[in-house]
């Protein structure tokens, strides 16, 4: 079975990377570019088994889109992994707090993303 897998980030550079890596590992990766669009793209019959969420986007922050997801029935249970730049260890345990199951640090690279999504697959059947 193929995972999909929904990547927001503002840089399209790290979209495109993030998407190549997930496409090469067999899965099925959409993106987009902003908070709004995710938002969007996860309302409905999203059929998605996880959301790679940048932090830091300009207008709606991965944190904003997290607690939207979280607040809505139909993505409470999603798993989101927070994705920046810019986390230390008490940032990465608030994110874990504030409803994201996981963090990972860019850049990133295929061992790293692979590591995170397994573990937070593995969670989550």
């Known amino acids: ?3 999909r897998v929904l990547v927001v980030d503002d840089t399209e550079l790290n979209r ?3 998407v190549a ?3 090469r590992e067999g899965w099925n990766a959409d993106e987009v570019a902003s ?3 995710a938002l969007v793209r996860l309302s409905g019959d ?3 088994d996880v959301v790679l ?3 830091r986007m300009p207008g709606m922050s991965g944190e904003d889109v997290c607690h ?3 607040a809505d029935p139909r993505t409470a249970t999603l798993p989101v992994i927070a994705y920046t730049a810019h986390a230390l260890e008490d940032e990465v345990e ?3 707090e504030r409803g994201f199951n996981a963090v990972l640090i860019k850049p990133i690279s295929l061992v790293t993303l692979m590591e995170v999504l397994n573990k937070t697959m593995g969670e989550f059947g």
């Open 1 to 3: 079975m193929t995972r």
């Open 16 to 18: 495109k990377l993030a």
């Open 21 to 23: 890596i997930l496409r």
């Open 35 to 37: 908070g709004e669009e």
């Open 46 to 48: 999203h059929g998605y």
């Open 53 to 55: 969420l940048d932090i």
């Open 68 to 70: 939207i997801l979280r």
């Open 94 to 96: 608030g994110f874990i």
